[in-house]
């Protein structure tokens, strides 16, 4: 924390820890109903800058002259990417049963969305090296995009159980697409 006027890492641990933390005081207030609405409308804005924030200086840490595959726009693409698919999808798991479809709606079309960007960025930067686990990507893009689709159109039927399944799909997929963001720099692996 001493480098944060020129540490990315830096600047990603503090605002960091400010989203973890506005979130937990946040999570805490709405759930034993302490505060007004402005009070939590503020704090979840705040709390989301912070996240926001976050996930810029986080992309930074890894956009670096000596790796110039990682040196792109591609990078934060992917990041954010990565944020909307799976805190949407986490946040749906985590809502009440009675929470009303419109909610759930939005939610399957963050995903959905989601889903298509990341099968966009896998096809463009596939290459033959890792293509088995390129095509695991894939096929798990399809059913969690799919399973996004019958969210989307089927909201209070398909269940939280079915939000729970997408959100694991979309965990496996991005560990997959983990891995091979860092097979990009050392290639082989």
């Known amino acids: 924390m001493n480098h944060l006027r ?25 759930l034993f109903q ?14 989301a800058f912070c996240g926001l924030a976050a996930l810029y200086c986080m992309q930074r840490v890894y956009q670096l002259r000596s790796v110039p595959v990682w040196n792109t726009g591609r990078t934060l693409l992917e990041f954010t990417i990565s944020t909307v698919g799976l805190g949407g999808l986490l946040t749906g798991t985590l809502l009440p049963r009675d929470t009303p479809a419109g909610i759930l709606v939005w939610i399957a079309l963050a995903g959905i969305i989601a889903f298509l960007a990341a099968s966009r960025v896998t096809i463009s930067i596939a290459n033959t090296e ?3 686990l390129s095509n695991w990507r894939a ?4 059913a969690g995009m799919l399973g996004a689709v019958a969210l989307f159109i089927w909201p209070s039927s398909a269940g ?23 097979a990009r720099r050392n290639p082989g692996i």
């Open 34 to 47: 302490i505060g007004t609405f402005t009070i939590w409308t503020s704090l979840a804005a705040l709390t």
């Open 139 to 142: 096929g798990l893009l399809l």
């Open 160 to 182: 939280m159980g079915s939000m729970f399944l997408v959100f694991i799909i979309a965990l496996a997929e991005e560990a997959i697409g983990r891995w091979l963001f860092y």
């Open 6 to 30: 020129k540490s990315w890492l830096s600047r990603e641990i503090l605002f960091t820890s400010g989203f973890a933390g506005l979130w937990a005081i946040l999570t805490g207030l709405r």
């Open 130 to 132: 890792n293509m088995k």
